[in-house]
């Protein structure tokens, strides 16, 4: 009965054995193509980020030379208004002295 007993034992152990690596294997396999698809899903998120930013960079530049022109051409109106301002004055003090 030894015998028999012994290699029924061994043959058990390695049947379970195998289907634990292979069970372990399986597990594995899953988990990588899992972590696949969600790398793929980070790298598509990542790309459409790039793309928004690079959108973004671009509309921000377009503002930057807008708002850059505004105060340029706000500089050339201040400068004109002092310009008007001191004519302004000048003919008050004309008047003033013509009626002295």
Do not use: H, Y
């Not at 022109?69 to 004055?89: H, M, P, Q, W, Y």
Request: positive net charge; glycine residues 2%; hydrophobic residues 50%.
């Amino acid at each position: 009965m030894q015998e028999v007993t012994l290699p029924l034992t061994i043959l058990l152990t390695l049947i379970t054995a195998i289907c634990s690596v292979a069970a372990a294997w399986a597990l594995t396999k899953r988990t990588v193509e899992a972590a696949k698809e969600t790398a793929d899903a980070a790298n598509k998120k990542a790309a459409d980020l790039e793309r928004q930013l690079a959108e973004f960079k671009i509309e921000a530049a377009k503002r930057f030379a807008t708002d850059e022109t505004l105060a340029g051409v706000r500089s050339e109106v201040v400068e004109a208004i002092n310009r008007l301002a001191d004519r302004l004055d000048r003919v008050i003090e004309g008047r003033r002295r013509w009626f002295s």
